[in-house]
């Protein structure tokens, strides 16, 4: 299967690192191919797996479901009776580790990776209503987000942290976010898609039923810390 994303995300003029915004680069049966609410489900039964985060949906922070020992497992994890009543009560869900969801997605990787180089992975943010995500902050890698499904509401600022300080504590009183103004400000509906550059600031809202992809993309000859650890081989081998 040619997976068509990252050529479409490249396909513009890379002379500026300005936030970009495109409108429904994907159709609804592209977006279903990466991610459905089965999936979703999939990787809620195997939490030992997917490494999995919860934000409140009544403020923002984070919530930690208690991680317990398992026979035959160097390290535990979660209820998944817990996961499931949490997702049901309407909290956003990361998964952190859906990049190794099955042979399909591992193999949109291995195309990724031969457009943007660098070390990617896919997460996966979702909710069944309206929630929270993060405060105003910034990332180091460079970022995608491809809304799958539903819709969630977007502000990606002008003002950028520079490179050589460390990230800025999310709402640290020595940050002016009210005097931050927006290069971005869009209602992402399924099929659209985000380009935030490297320690740009920016903030979701999620207001409804959503699905959504985010590709970081650290680039080896920019960030040192990265540059001493190995690519992730996302070619899959068969025995036969």
């Known amino acids: 299967m040619t997976f068509l994303l990252p050529l479409k995300l490249f396909d513009r003029n890379w002379d500026q690192d300005l936030p970009y915004y495109y409108e429904q680069i994907l159709d609804k049966k592209e977006c279903d191919d990466i991610c459905t609410w089965k999936d979703v489900e999939y990787c809620l039964n195997l939490p030992n797996f997917f490494d999995i985060d919860v934000v409140s949906k009544h403020e923002i922070q984070k919530i930690n479901p ?25 909290h956003t869900f990361i998964i ?41 902050h910034e990332d180091l890698p460079n970022n995608f987000i491809v809304q799958l499904r539903g819709k969630t509401k977007w502000k990606v600022f002008n003002e950028r942290r520079a490179t050589f300080v460390a990230q800025a504590t999310p709402g640290d009183a020595q940050v002016d976010y009210d005097s931050f103004t927006p290069a971005i400000d869009v209602e ?12 740009c600031y920016h903030q979701a809202q999620p207001s409804e039923e959503r699905i959504s992809l985010s590709i970081p993309v650290h680039h080896y000859s920019l960030y040192h810390a990265h540059s001493i650890t190995r690519p992730v081989d996302w070619k899959w081998y068969n025995i036969y």
């Open 66 to 90: 208690q991680k317990h020992p398992r026979s035959w497992a160097g390290q535990g994890w979660e209820e998944k009776s817990e996961l499931f009543h949490l997702f049901k009560e309407g």
């Open 96 to 136: 952190n580790n859906y990049s190794f969801r099955s042979e399909k997605v591992m193999g949109m990787l291995e195309q990724w990776s031969k457009i943007f180089s660098g070390d990617s992975q896919f997460q996966i943010y979702c909710g069944m209503g309206q929630s929270n995500s993060f405060y105003i």
């Open 188 to 199: 992402l509906n399924a099929g659209d898609a985000l380009y935030i550059p490297p320690r």
